[in-house]
């Protein structure tokens, strides 16, 4: 079950929390920086997937280019991994499922690694900001939760 869990977790906080921060703006007497989610990044993406046009280049392709495909990439292979984790529910089949969440760990790491060192020492006045590091950290539990189902866990 926790195979299932954690992808969907990697995704809601991929899309929905702040990945970086650039310069402030004010807002009725409040200075607040601009912040930027991965929907911001895959939202035409993912509603041309909802419509049936499965593609990522023209005007379905992620925003931002490189950085924004590393953060479809890390959504798409979660949701897979999700998918197929509740086949990995039968006995069976439980460790072909593991071994797909266990890549699809490494895949969030990998784009969340480039995503944060892409941002890292920029000219963009913000930061990186905390959805990053934790869709990171819920990659890294994907890894360790797929490794352990190879186990037999």
């Excluded at 990945?19 to 990044?41: H, Q």
């Excluded at 023209?58 to 495909?69: M, R």
Aim: proline share 3%; glycine share 18%.
């Amino acid at each position: 079950m926790i195979r299932i869990v954690l992808p969907l977790a990697v995704i809601v906080l991929l899309l929905f929390t702040p990945l970086f921060s650039a310069d402030t703006s004010e807002v009725g007497g409040i200075v607040k920086p601009n912040t930027v989610t991965g929907m911001d990044y895959v939202g035409d993406t993912l509603k041309c997937w909802t419509a049936g046009k499965f593609s990522i280049v023209g005007d379905c392709a992620p925003e931002a280019g490189k950085l924004g495909l590393a953060i479809f990439a890390a959504i798409f292979v979660s949701a897979v991994a999700a998918g197929i984790g509740v086949l990995g529910l039968f006995p069976i089949i439980g460790r072909l499922t593991s071994a797909i969440t266990t890549l699809a760990g490494v895949v969030v790491i990998a784009g969340v690694g480039f995503y944060i060192l892409s941002n890292l020492g920029g000219d963009h006045g913000g930061g990186v900001q905390w959805g990053s590091y934790l869709a990171g950290g819920g990659g890294l539990l994907t890894l360790i939760s797929g490794l352990s189902g190879m186990r037999g866990r």
